[in-house]
């Protein structure tokens, strides 16, 4: 049981370029997130995937956009990297909530991308 | 969307109980309080959540007030690996929870 897993580990790009970012989850949930830090800061919420085939704005989508291919795989893609994306990013994932709680996420290992 | 306060830093020693308050004084009816811990390099990991009352597992505990509108982890007998940010959010639906900058705690030997 792998958990939440990422690909790449690490990405340098030039600012224009364009990558995707790959996470995978074996945990059958529905719910997937993809999140960015900055150096010193909390995470913020680019985009999430509430279930298959749905997707939507977190806090911070500009510049990103994202594909819930099957049930477990959310890819985030950038189409024109710009410095400013230079962040650590994580994917994470949740069965999501019930009546009396919320499920806790699981997150990835993080991709670390530099935009120069 | 309930807005947190907590400190931005807090230092122990090994072996001490160390308590960080969690304010959230806009808290709504439905809205759960959830903590993570987070080390370098890694992503953040649950350590608990609670709703109301008192809330234990076997790495923390979590005392929230009658009122709500703040909170408390505790962590019994830190140690050096304790070392990481601990975030505190509120809220319904996970995409609704936002990631302050945490609290950073150091432990010293």
């Known amino acids: 049981n792998a958990g939440v897993t990422q690909t790449p580990k690490f990405q340098v790009l030039k600012t224009g370029q364009s990558m995707t970012l790959q996470c995978a989850q074996d945990?059958?949930?529905?719910?997937m997130y993809w999140y960015r830090q900055d150096p010193g800061m909390g995470l913020r919420l680019i985009y999430y995937?509430?279930?298959?085939?749905?997707?939507d704005k977190g806090e911070v989508p500009n510049g990103y956009n994202v594909s819930r291919l099957n049930k477990r795989e959310f890819s985030l893609r950038l189409e024109s990297a710009a410095p400013s994306q230079t962040s650590v990013y994580f994917c994470?994932?949740?069965?999501?909530?019930?009546?009396?709680?919320?499920?806790?996420?699981?997150f990835g290992p993080g991709t670390r991308l530099t935009v120069t | 969307l309930a807005k947190t306060t907590q400190p931005i830093s807090m230092d122990s020693y090994e072996g001490q109980e160390v308590n960080i308050t969690c304010s959230h004084n806009n808290i709504a009816t439905n809205d759960y309080i959830t903590w993570y811990q987070q080390f370098p390099s890694q992503g953040p990991r649950f350590i608990i959540q609670g709703y109301k009352t008192k809330v234990t597992n076997e790495v923390a505990s979590l005392f929230i007030p009658a009122d709500r509108k703040s909170s408390t982890l505790s962590l019994p007998r830190v140690s050096l690996s304790d070392t990481a940010v601990y975030y505190c959010l509120v809220g319904d639906y996970t995409d609704k929870l936002i990631f302050g900058t945490g609290t950073r705690l150091q432990v010293f030997p």
């Open positions: 994470a994932s949740s069965a999501g909530r019930t009546g009396t709680a919320l499920y806790e996420q699981y």
């Open positions: 945990m059958n949930h529905n719910s």
């Open positions: 995937s509430a279930s298959e085939g749905t997707t």
